[in-house]
């Protein structure tokens, strides 16, 4: 079963960069589709980005693309998002979990989740 612990988060001001990091354990992370998610407060949780097994591709929410970057490094078993030109509309807890397959969007088609990292933008 596969165990992912995300880090990075924190308190950042409007039009910052961060970045996050999700680490894998307990299964094999090479080959496997890797997502983030956000949630929120008040709304459902929602797909922010995507990468291939060997990280050649990638895909993004729409709110996001241009200033979101997904990235991994398989020999560290390590997914990022950096993240640039926050805004207050960014704030969320930030999930990365395992997906079935490339270009999925919804929650059903991602099985293992890490437990969240917070990420709050202040004005």
């Known amino acids: 079963q596969v165990q992912l612990v995300e880090s990075g988060g924190g308190l950042v001001q409007a039009g910052a960069s961060l970045r996050l990091s999700c680490t894998a354990s307990?299964?094999?992370?090479?080959?496997?589709?890797m997502g983030w998610f956000r949630q929120a407060p008040g709304k459902e949780r929602e797909f922010v980005a995507g990468v291939s097994g060997d990280g050649r591709s990638t895909y993004y929410a729409d709110s996001v693309k241009g200033r979101f970057t997904i990235s991994r490094d398989n020999a560290k078993n390590t997914v990022y998002l950096q993240m640039s030109s926050l805004n207050i509309e960014d704030t969320a807890v930030y999930y990365c979990?395992?997906?079935?397959?490339?270009?999925?969007?919804?929650?059903?088609?991602?099985?293992?989740w890490g437990q969240g990292t917070q990420v709050t933008v202040s004005s």
């Open positions: 979990a395992t997906g079935k397959y490339y270009g999925a969007r919804r929650e059903s088609a991602y099985n293992y």
């Open positions: 307990g299964g094999t992370f090479s080959g496997r589709v």
